[in-house]
């Protein structure tokens, strides 16, 4: 069975850039997985921040940015703000109508 | 504007049916495609099942067994059946739209309702 991996947790200075990544234990994330990035703080419905790889949702400041790095889905965070400190998961959408989602990793900004 | 709200019981015994409903405002039912999601207390979210209309539901393999997923185009809402639940199943049950052009991720979000499994 597949797992979408992702860190655990992540730590950040303020103003400071962190890229989160999407794995897979095998395989490698490519574009054809579609993957999407969420946001969660305590207690809040998902946010979606980024879809398709890279592209941003309405209203997402375009300090977050999505990519594929080497063999990883990977949200960037450039010019860290307090309010960043969140919980993301990443999505990958498996084929025949099945997705799967990371861990989530819980980001920090101290 | 989409709007999600889920409805249904927050307690349900052990062994027994947890049935939750997503009322769909601000949009068709019957025009986009539909996911349930969980997310059980401090851990991470877990996709469900997925519908597109009233006969086309796809599952978590995992919960496939247990799992129901239905679309009332009359009352522009889908619900969601799991049964045999147990306290594993107590979550944060989130409905939520695809994105249109591929439906590939989601877009809109209920708020979520929780549902503890207890006797």
């Known amino acids: 069975q597949t797992v979408v991996t992702q860190e655990p947790s992540f730590s950040v200075s303020p103003g400071g850039t962190v890229t989160l990544t999407c794995g897979l234990t095998?395989?490698?994330?490519?574009?054809?997985?579609?993957p999407s990035w969420y946001q969660q703080t305590p207690g809040q419905a998902p946010r979606t921040l980024i879809y398709?790889?890279?592209i941003r949702s309405s209203g997402v400041p375009d300090r977050f940015s999505g990519s594929i790095l080497g063999n990883k889905a990977a949200l960037t965070i450039t010019g860290a703000q307090a309010d960043d400190e969140s919980d993301y998961y990443c999505?990958?959408?498996?084929?025949?109508?099945?997705?799967?989602f990371g861990g989530g990793t819980k980001l920090t900004v101290l | 504007q989409v709007q999600l709200q889920e409805s249904g019981p927050g307690l349900v015994k052990p062994s027994e049916t947890l049935s939750l409903t997503c009322t769909v405002s601000?949009?068709?039912?019957?025009?986009?495609?539909w996911s349930w999601i969980r997310q059980p207390p401090g851990k991470g979210l877990e996709w469900m099942c997925y519908?597109?209309?009233?006969?086309?539901?796809y599952y978590n393999p995992s919960l496939k067994s247990r799992l129901t997923m239905s679309v009332d185009t009359s009352k522009n809402q889908f619900s969601l059946n799991l049964n045999s639940v147990t306290a594993a199943d107590t979550a944060v049950y989130y409905c939520?739209?695809?994105?249109?052009?591929?439906?590939?991720?989601?877009?809109?979000w209920g708020r979520g309702t929780p549902v503890t499994v207890s006797s």
């Open positions: 519908a597109y209309n009233s006969a086309t539901t």
């Open positions: 095998s395989g490698s994330v490519s574009t054809t997985y579609y």
């Open positions: 601000g949009g068709s039912v019957s025009a986009d495609y």
């Open positions: 939520a739209k695809h994105r249109r052009g591929g439906g590939y991720s989601f877009d809109h």
């Open positions: 999505v990958l959408y498996m084929g025949s109508a099945v997705w799967v």
């Open positions: 398709n790889t890279n």
